[in-house]
């Protein structure tokens, strides 16, 4: 079986601050984790993925995850944030020889200029 | 390529109602899949496709049917309209089975039922 867990609904950053969205994630086989990001009224699109080739995995618009496997997380990260990232954020897990992707809750971020 | 591709959009049923809401794949994707969308609860799986002929339940199965008959096509079936059905659909799609690759999203059908 496997979970993600998402600290924070909500976090809410000035423009230019670091961002810091925080993943755990449970599983009883190596897992495959990512970061999806969802604008207002669209779908779901890829941030990354951590496919065990790298512990820090680096994504689109300047995002990047580290993948720390004593402390089960996956934290996304961006160093200066953006109005234009203000959406809400899901972690994943998948592992094992299931077909399915589970979700975590999601995080909204809000991005204050 | 159009991509994920859902329809309708938007859809308001009455309690008992059937519908059918459409997903389509132009990317030749083996693997397909329904998530609904609800405050607080992120994703959730409803249903999902393996390949033509080969279906499977998700999470949250109950209520919903589902089909594949061609590679490009799965559909999800409301068999009786419920208010705790309402909420936002999405379909997915990745290439091959491997579950490390990634999923493409439809942009969503979202469904109130009164």
């Known amino acids: 079986a496997q979970s993600v867990t998402q600290l924070g609904s909500h976090v809410s950053v000035s423009e230019g601050a670091l961002v810091l969205l925080r993943c755990n994630y449970s599983?009883?086989?190596?897992?495959?984790l990512f970061w999806y990001v969802q604008y207002p009224n669209q779908g779901l699109q890829l941030l990354l993925k951590?496919?065990?080739?790298?512990?820090l995995v680096k994504g689109i618009n300047g995002f990047e995850a580290e993948f720390k496997k004593s402390e089960t997380s996956f934290h996304l990260t961006k160093p200066s944030a953006h109005m234009s990232d203000a959406a809400e954020y899901f972690c994943?897990?998948?592992?094992?020889?299931?077909?399915?992707?589970?979700f975590g809750k999601g995080t909204l971020l809000t991005v204050n200029p | 390529n159009a991509g994920v591709t859902q329809t309708p959009k938007f859809q308001v049923l009455k309690t008992g109602q059937s519908m059918t809401l459409q997903c389509a794949q132009d990317?030749?994707?083996?693997?397909m899949s329904w998530y609904r969308q609800d405050p607080g609860m992120g994703l959730r799986l409803i249903h999902y496709?393996?390949?033509?002929?080969?279906?499977d339940q998700g999470e949250v199965p109950n209520g919903y049917n589902v089909s594949r008959s061609t590679t490009e096509d799965f559909p999800l079936r409301l068999l009786s309209a419920a208010p705790s059905q309402t909420s936002v659909y999405f379909c997915?799609?990745?290439?091959?089975?491997?579950?490390?690759?990634?999923?493409?999203f439809g942009p969503g059908t979202r469904l109130t039922v009164l």
């Open positions: 990317m030749n994707h083996e693997y």
């Open positions: 496709s393996v390949g033509a002929g080969i279906t």
């Open positions: 599983s009883s086989v190596p897992p495959y």
């Open positions: 951590y496919t065990s080739a790298a512990t």
């Open positions: 997915a799609s990745r290439p091959g089975t491997d579950i490390y690759n990634e999923q493409f």
């Open positions: 994943a897990v998948s592992g094992g020889s299931n077909y399915k992707l589970t």
